[in-house]
């Protein structure tokens, strides 16, 4: 996003002190970033953290006679790429609906002919009331984007949906938005990402402990370079990626039937960590304990979504990529599944308890290919994402170039 401008609006509500972090953020991305706080939000954060942070000047009131000699509110929405409202309050998505304009902030957004997203923050009750979830359907009608809410403990002491995106989430969602490149423009992109769980009795399931932050990361990549992605992903904690059609499924046949009703993709990226076995037969009811007998459950393998994926169907993608978690020999083990899925690449993580990457943030791996193993160095696994990506648009596009040359 080097070189975009972003309006970013900062409302009213707790979580207003994450939008530092994402002014920092997206910053770092290389976006300059203009702010509009309403009075609501200066209760939260103030004016000289927020314009230290931007280094600009921080916009508050619409009839400042010093704002609208230097800058008046059409201009600041016209000088924007995007708009991005974090947090926004229930309040401010109201009136958005209503096209009231009593604010800077308000009127900022009415006068606006640019993308806007929504990042929206509240109590959880005030979240699901019929209010908002009517308001939120008006919005995405209106082409609004919005990222999250996410559930999780709130600062007013519940739980519930209703706390803001995290900054990492809402750069993402940006990054897609200012569309930062389009060499995947016209390509159909599917992601399988999370773990799958496989039930064995009403209550009771199988699952391993795959967070899918490392394949929802790839599907927001995709779609950043201008794909049209259909991410496929077991039960997870993530909030949904902006720009991205999401489809959520529970157990590994489920992920099959919905790769298989996305295709045809140009290209297939395997990241799920599908459960390799099920439970024969799942227990209509509870299952009970009887006095000290051990319980036995058989179980029945799984279809391997990334083989079948890979076969050679007129359906098969053009670039199937898969996953591997790997301790050891990484270049000869990866070659091996690579061989035996049938897929183009496999991209294999080094899990060594040493490495730390299951459960951490960074993430160092292998992409191993029909010509060798390539070693990429240790990078944030958003990061690893978007190198994949880019080495993705760039195989096809070489795909695209043989093939008109031919
Ligand atoms: N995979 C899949 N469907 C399965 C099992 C695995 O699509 N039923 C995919 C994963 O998404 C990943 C790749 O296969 O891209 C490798 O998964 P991994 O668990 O490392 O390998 P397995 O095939 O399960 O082999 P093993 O556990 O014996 O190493």
């Known amino acids: 996003m080097q070189g975009k401008r972003v ?13 530092l972090d994402l002014i920092r953020r997206l910053r770092a991305e290389g976006a300059a970033v203009r702010c509009i706080l309403t009075s609501g939000g200066a209760q939260f954060v103030t004016p000289l953290a927020v314009s230290a942070l931007s280094e600009d000047k921080v916009y ?12 008046g509110h059409i201009q600041l929405s016209r000088d924007a790429d995007l708009l991005v409202v974090a947090p926004a309050t229930a309040d401010l998505l109201a009136k958005m609906v ?11 957004l009415l006068a606006t002919d640019k993308r806007v997203l929504v990042a929206p ?17 008006t919005l995405a009608a209106r ?19 209703g706390r803001m995106a995290e900054p990492v989430d809402i750069v993402a969602a940006v990054a897609t938005l200012l569309g930062a490149g389009r060499a995947l423009a ?4 599917l992601v399988t990402s999370g773990p799958t769980h496989e039930p064995i009795d009403p209550v009771r399931y199988i699952a391993n402990r795959s967070s899918g932050r490392q394949g929802h990361a790839v599907a927001t990549a995709l779609a950043a370079l ?20 999401t489809v959520k499924v529970e157990t590994a046949a489920d992920m099959l039937a919905a790769c298989e009703a996305a295709l045809p993709a140009d290209v297939a990226v395997c990241a799920a960590a599908v459960a390799d076995w099920r439970v024969d037969k799942q227990a209509a009811q509870k299952l009970k304990k009887t006095a000290g007998a051990p319980l036995a459950l058989a179980l029945t393998e799984n279809p391997d979504i990334l083989r079948r994926l890979s076969e050679a169907t007129n359906r098969r993608p053009q670039l199937v990529v898969g996953f591997a978690a790997e301790t050891e020999n990484l270049a000869a083990n990866g070659k091996a599944k690579l061989d035996s899925k049938g897929c183009d690449w496999i991209v294999a993580n080094d899990v060594s308890a040493a490495r730390g990457t299951f459960g951490g943030s960074h993430n160092q791996v292998h992409l191993i290919t029909a010509e060798g193993m390539e070693s990429w160095p240790e990078m944030a696994k958003e990061e690893v994402a978007r190198k994949l990506a880019q080495r993705i648009a760039d195989e096809l596009g070489a795909g695209e170039q043989t093939g008109s040359a031919a």
């Open 7 to 19: 309006l970013l609006i900062i409302a009213g509500g707790i979580a207003a002190y994450k939008s």
């Open 60 to 71: 508050g009131e619409l009839f400042s006679l010093t704002d609208e000699a230097e800058l």
């Open 98 to 108: 209503a096209g009231l304009a009593d604010d800077l902030a308000s009127t900022a």
């Open 121 to 137: 923050a509240m109590n959880v009750r005030m979240w699901e009331h019929v209010a908002t979830q009517q308001n939120m359907a």
């Open 143 to 161: 082409g609004i984007a919005v990222v999250g809410p996410e559930r999780g403990d709130m600062a007013c002491g519940e739980f519930g949906e």
């Open 186 to 189: 016209g390509r159909h992109a």
């Open 226 to 245: 201008g794909a049209r992605t259909t991410l496929v992903t077991g039960p997870t904690a993530l909030v949904d990626p902006v720009g991205v059609e």
